[in-house]
Structure formats: C-alpha cells, structure tokens
C-alpha cells in the first residue's frame, strides 16, 4: 500500500482565475506552459483562463484546453515538490493530462487533440442543442430504464454517459430528452437531480459522426508506452500500450466514462492516496464515494496545495 494516483478532472471543472495560485510559487511556468499554450492554439487561452469571461470560457473549445492546461501545471508543480504518482487516471478529459503524466503523449499534442476535440463537439451541440445531467440516489439500472422511456416519449435521444460512483450516474443527449429524464428522475425518487456544465452531449452516440475525424489526428499523433500504470476511464481497465491509448481515446466520443471501475483498479494496484490534480474538488467526493479508506488530496487552491505537499512531505519524513 502507501501509493499514490494523480487522478485529473474533466469538463465543467473550468472556473475563471483557476490556475494563477500556481504560478506564485513558479512563475516561470508562465512562459514554458501558457505562453507556449497560447501559441500552439493561436488563441489567448491564458488571459480566458486567468480573466474570463465566464462564457467564453465554458465554450468546450475553451474550456477543455484551459482544464488540461491548469491540470498539467499542477502536475509540474507538485513534481518540483518532489510528489510523484505511481498510477494516474482521468476523469474523461482528464484521460489526455493522465496521458502526460505517464509519458505517452508529449503535452503540446494533448493540448491540440483536446482543443480539436472541443472543437468538433461544439459543432456537434451547434446541430443538436445537448445537455448533460447528473442523477443522484437512484440505480444505474432505473435511470436506464427512465432514459429509454424519456427517449420514446420525445423521440430525441438521451443515454447513460457515466458511472461517477455508487448511486451517481450522468445522462447525456439532446436537451429536451435530457429535461424529461431529469423530471422522471425527480419523480421517480432521485435524491438529487442537476444540470452540468459539460458543453456538450459527451460520451452519446450524438457523438459518432465526428469519430473519423477524430480518429485521424488520433493515428497521426506520436504515443508511447505507458511509464507508470495508467487506467482510462472510458475501458475501466489498464492502459499498457501506445496503441490501447489511441484505441480508449477513440471510444472516449461516444462510450460512458466508468469512473467507479477506474478507481477500484487503481484500488487493487496498492493505491490508498489520491490527488485531484487540477481544478475543482469533484473528483475527490466520488473518490471518497467508491473508496471510502482512501486519502484524497486536492490541489484547487493554494492552501489545498499547501496541505497536500506538507502532507507528503510529512509521510516522506516518516519513513
């Protein structure tokens, strides 16, 4: 026991301001990463990320490069702290900073597949307006039942996109399926049903018509082999190969994120310690939802960083 996963968080984590408690202990991250960053892209990512606004930032284009961005700068911060993962996994658009950390992807090219992956859900949500819920307190099996049920009654399309953790399942399609399975929820005894900032229908056959695209700058891209045990969230499994990236990145698109899989496999490896590495605190409740011994540390904040090195740095002296 005694390691430790990076685990690194997906779409709807984006807030104005996230990262800059990061560069007053490394300011020279400034240039190696966001200004490369906004060269790379051709697009201020920096000043949205830092600055806003809001709306702009929540454009999935935006939004999911300037996540992977904060997350991947955590990471060389916490590394220059001398804090190491011995596994990592992503929450779905957290999978390409997880990639990164196990040396598969070099993070210019994550940073391009993720931008482009913004890109063409967007025009996917320009065609189809969708919507993404959570659903809390009822069954993985109600909820399906529910969708098929709101997807008869609409003729729209509305699935399961996610298993978060015991009782917490997301549904993603066209909006106005997605607000009819979210009253059947409400009716139905969900304990809490709510709307998230996804930008997007993620992980829903909506999604299918963009794969081949995404497919070719998937094969043209350079992947590595694992260096550290990696689990995708898309597989529920072990990542050992360059080509099983690619091939998980590929049904990312369109296939349910199996988050609760994910974190028991990082369980049977030996991991009891988790760091949210990046924006937000989601990824810390459900790790302690499916893992309850677990220790989960975050990084969002500077004190939340501060705690989390002192922590490590405390368990280091220790031993």
């Given at each position: 026991m005694n390691r430790t996963a990076f685990v690194f968080p997906g779409q709807g984590s984006q807030r104005v301001g996230m990262g800059r408690h990061l560069l007053a202990q490394r300011p020279d991250l400034v240039e190696t990463y966001y200004r490369t960053a906004d060269d790379v892209l051709g697009i201020p990512l920096s000043r949205l990320s830092w600055h806003g606004p809001g709306r702009d930032l929540d454009d999935p284009a935006v939004s999911q490069p300037a996540i992977l961005l904060t997350s991947l700068v955590t990471l060389e911060v916490l590394r220059g702290q001398g804090v190491e993962p011995d596994a990592v996994a992503g929450h779905s658009l957290g999978e390409y900073a997880a990639l990164v950390a196990a040396g598969v992807l070099?993070?210019?090219?994550?940073?391009?597949l993720v931008r482009l992956r913004g890109e063409l859900v967007a025009t996917v949500d320009d065609q189809v307006r969708g919507a993404t819920a959570a659903v809390l307190g009822l069954d993985r099996p109600a909820v399906a039942r529910l969708c098929a049920e709101a997807a008869a009654a609409t003729g729209r399309t509305v699935e399961i996109s996610g298993d978060n953790g015991p009782g917490q399942t997301v549904v993603s399609g066209e909006a106005e399926a997605v607000t009819r399975l979210m009253r059947a929820a409400r009716a139905a005894g969900a304990l809490r049903v709510a709307e998230l900032r996804a930008g997007g229908p993620f992980h829903s056959s909506l999604l299918r018509g963009i794969?081949?695209?995404?497919t070719e700058a998937l094969i043209t891209t350079e992947f590595r082999d694992p260096r550290i045990p990696l689990v995708s969230s898309v597989?529920?499994?072990?990542?050992?190969t360059a080509n099983e990236a690619i091939v998980a990145l590929g049904l990312q698109l369109t296939r349910p994120v199996r988050w609760t899989e994910a974190v028991q496999v990082l369980g049977a490896t030996g991991v009891d310690r988790f760091i949210e590495t990046g924006p937000g605190l989601v990824l810390g409740g459900l790790v302690r939802r499916i893992?309850?011994?677990a220790r989960v540390h975050a990084t969002s904040s500077a004190r939340q960083l501060a705690l989390t090195t002192h922590a490590f740095a405390a368990t280091d002296s220790a031993v």
């Open positions: 070099e993070w210019t090219d994550a940073l391009r794969e081949a695209e995404f597989t529920g499994s072990r990542v050992s893992a309850p011994q």
